[in-house]
């Protein structure tokens, strides 16, 4: 199975309050999946660097953004794990 991903622009995304994607075009970053830059697995491991590090880059499956029904700024946020009830935290 081929894996494709978008790419956050974590500083626009944090600076807007809204998730930003790479654009096709560069420094055109877009709000808009339809114009936003599609990277296969094999170009993003070839260059974790640029595309996912943490800092200033995010890359996240392409599948997992179209699919997702809500903020899309929920992808950037880990879910802590449920705690059963009675459970020390």
């Given at each position: 199975?081929?894996?494709?991903?978008?790419?956050?622009?974590?500083p626009?995304?944090?600076?807007?309050?809204?998730?930003?994607?790479?654009?096709?075009?560069?420094?055109?970053?877009?709000?808009?999946?339809?114009?936003?830059?599609?990277?296969?697995?094999?170009?993003?491991?070839?260059?974790?660097?640029?595309?996912?590090?943490?800092?200033?880059?995010?890359?996240?499956l392409?599948?997992?953004?179209?699919?997702?029904?809500?903020?899309?700024?929920?992808?950037?946020?880990?879910?802590?794990?449920?705690?059963?009830?009675?459970?020390?935290?």
């Amino acid at each position: 199975m081929n894996n494709d991903y978008f790419i956050i622009n974590l500083p626009a995304t944090r600076k807007a309050g809204e998730m930003i994607f790479w654009a096709v075009v560069p420094r055109h970053d877009t709000k808009d999946q339809d114009s936003a830059m599609i990277v296969s697995e094999e170009h993003l491991n070839k260059a974790l660097h640029r595309y996912d590090n943490g800092a200033t880059t995010r890359a996240i499956l392409a599948q997992v953004v179209r699919e997702h029904d809500g903020d899309l700024m929920e992808l950037l946020t880990p879910k802590k794990p449920a705690t059963e009830e009675g459970e020390a935290a």
